[in-house]
């Protein structure tokens, strides 16, 4: 996980977000969680390891969200 993550970041499927925060699953604290905007304005928020995970995209690996600033 990045300590100062970009301000923007493109999906892997191309939609673009912006980073908002991190923050702590409250059921278990040692899950962070990333809570990011989309660009029509609908906040979303998955766990950390998982946004910044490699996905499978045609029989390479690419980042999931891919910093662009």
């Avoid at 278990?28 to 490699?54: C, I, L």
């Amino acid at each position: 996980m990045q300590n100062t993550p970009a301000r923007r970041y493109r999906h892997y499927k191309g939609g673009e977000y912006e980073w908002l925060c991190e923050a702590t699953y409250e059921p278990d604290p040692t899950v962070r969680m990333t809570v990011y905007r989309a660009a029509n304005g609908t906040v979303w928020v998955r766990p950390s390891a998982m946004f910044h995970e490699m996905v499978e995209v045609d029989g390479r690996q690419v980042p999931r969200f891919a910093p662009i600033d």
